[in-house]
């Protein structure tokens, strides 16, 4: 509401023992959408968690690329309020 000018207190949004890097955002109205490259998983995967409120609270991490292979260099966009 303030134009960036303040940030509320920090999320720790991958909260995991593992190296989590490359992180992306992008967002629309209240949506907050990120994703990042997480070694967690035992191989980089791609991690997504999307926040309806302004990014106050962000919903349950999900995996998307969920595979054998090295996945790395998340981007994210939002095109007509979705993200791709």
Same mark, same amino acid.
């Given at each position: ?23 992306? !955002?992008?967002? =629309?109205? +209240? ?11 035992? &191989? /980089? ?6 926040s309806t409120d302004g990014g106050a609270n962000?919903?349950?991490? !999900?995996?998307? =690329?969920? +595979? ?11 095109? &007509? /309020?979705?993200?791709?």
């Open positions: 509401t303030d134009g960036g000018a303040n940030f509320g207190a920090t999320i720790n949004l991958s909260n995991n023992a593992g190296f989590s890097s490359v992180p992306a !955002i992008a967002a =629309s109205g +209240n949506n907050v959408y990120v994703v990042w490259q997480d070694a967690t998983p035992g &191989n /980089n995967e791609i991690l997504y968690r999307r962000f919903g349950a991490t !999900i995996n998307l =690329s969920n +595979n054998a292979g090295i996945s790395s260099n998340p981007a994210i966009a939002v095109i &007509n /309020n979705l993200p791709v």
